[in-house]
Nanobody, 123 residues
């Protein structure tokens, strides 16, 4: 059974940091790019970051460069998304997905997804 399980979300004050985790099982982890989306109430889903399959190169949207860091621990089949200097506009449901290519995230193509972890940033 394929599973992607996110954790690490919560309520945090603006300026704080969070480390989100995405634990994967049920598929060959290194063969897939792992990405993160976020979706705020009333807004469209937004791809924020991704690590490529195999060589685990990180990709970020321009708006997230500098505050977001994505890391893969292939030995644990887990990808982490660290968010620093959190802002109220970062408030969203964050969920991870597995896809063959990071480029596919921008068009909403992925093979598996988790249920998400809620991040709420208070001002």
């Amino acid at each position: 059974e394929v599973r992607l399980v996110e954790s690490g979300g919560g309520l945090v004050r603006a300026g704080g940091s969070l480390r989100l985790s995405c634990a994967a099982s049920g598929f060959t982890f290194k063969d897939y790019a792992i990405g993160w989306y976020r979706q705020a109430p009333g807004k469209e889903r937004e791809a924020v970051s991704c690590v490529s399959a195999n060589d685990r190169r990180p990709f970020y949207k321009d708006a997230q460069k500098g505050r977001f860091t994505i890391l893969s621990d292939d030995a644990r089949s887990t990808v982490f998304l660290e968010i620093d200097s959190l802002k109220p506009e970062d408030t969203a449901l964050y969920y991870c997905v597995a896809t063959r290519l990071c480029e596919r995230l921008s068009i909403g193509i992925f093979d598996y997804r988790g249920q998400g972890t809620q991040v709420t940033v208070s001002s």
